[in-house]
């Protein structure tokens, strides 16, 4: 079992960036692949990043590509998506998922049985 906490959300400016955190307790952080979600008022939760349980393999969506960065330090078991030049599409509720396994499939959230509560983001015009 794990458990996911979110923070970091806020409201900001087009252009503009925000860091949400992901802390997770539980041992065995460090052997998940862990995922970032969003949903859109009105749409279906998207995949936005994943990492690999060391970190050296990363997915984004073509959406955040360039934009986004994921990391996470599994010291402090912590995942954290770095999110520069936002625009007003990026304005969804975030959310962090833990997926146990160490291959397959990072983008799609059936994979992934651990999740945060979620963090808004706004991005206003």
Request: hydrophobic residues 30%.
């Amino acid at each position: 079992q794990v458990q996911l906490v979110e923070s970091g959300g806020g409201l900001v400016q087009a252009g503009g960036s925000l860091r949400l955190s992901c802390a997770a307790s539980g041992r065995t952080f460090s052997s998940y692949t862990m995922g970032w979600f969003r949903q859109a008022p009105g749409k279906e939760r998207e995949f936005v990043a994943a990492i690999r349980r060391n970190g050296g393999t990363i997915y984004y969506a073509d959406s955040v590509k360039g934009r986004f960065t994921i990391s996470r330090d599994n010291a402090e078991t912590t995942v954290y998506l770095q999110m520069n030049s936002l625009k007003p599409e990026d304005t969804a509720v975030y959310y962090c998922a833990a997926n146990p396994t160490a291959w397959g499939t990072v983008n799609d959230d059936q994979k992934y049985p651990y999740w945060g509560h979620g963090t808004q983001v706004t991005v206003s015009s």
